[in-house]
């Protein structure tokens, strides 16, 4: 069986320049394990016993980033789910879309992680290594453009 896991891809507005567009005023939080090979990751986790997806989501984010579903809006209309082998296990992790009410937020990291980063979508993508998941903070950046 696939292992699954679930997160949420969460972003900020800041004060946008009066000359630039509003989606340029878009960043996206990564986290950096302290684990493996340290790679970049919204904050995410596996579903316990008994739990939905959405509340492992928002229970993950809590744990890894400190951040309280309260803290976060929920935008509706966005899911992904990627699979990817992990150690040659299928694995499964859906994401959600979230919008931090107040961008100045303080992020408390767990052991999980050793570092964060608030990044513009070029810069997340670079950090973010992996093809599905810069394919997936594009698609996310497409989705918010379109709403504004």
């Not at 970049?40 to 744990?63: I, M, N, S, Y």
């Amino acid at each position: 069986m696939a292992v699954r896991a679930c997160g949420l891809i969460i972003y900020r507005r800041l004060q946008p320049a009066p000359s630039s567009k509003v989606t340029d005023s878009i960043e996206y939080l990564l986290l950096q394990t302290s684990y493996g090979t340290h790679h970049w990751t919204p904050p995410k986790g596996h579903v316990d016993p008994g739990e939905d997806d959405l509340q492992t989501a928002f229970r993950e984010t809590q744990e890894e980033a400190g951040l309280q579903a309260s803290q976060l809006t929920l935008i509706e209309g966005y899911k992904k789910e990627l699979h990817y082998p992990v150690h040659g296990k299928p694995k499964t992790v859906v994401y959600w879309l979230a919008e931090m009410k107040d961008c100045n937020t303080e992020i408390k990291l767990s052991e999980e992680h050793q570092a964060f980063q608030w990044l513009k979508l070029e810069d997340a993508c670079k950090f973010a290594e992996f093809e599905d998941m810069q394919a997936t903070l594009k698609e996310v950046h497409q989705f918010l453009c379109s709403r504004e």
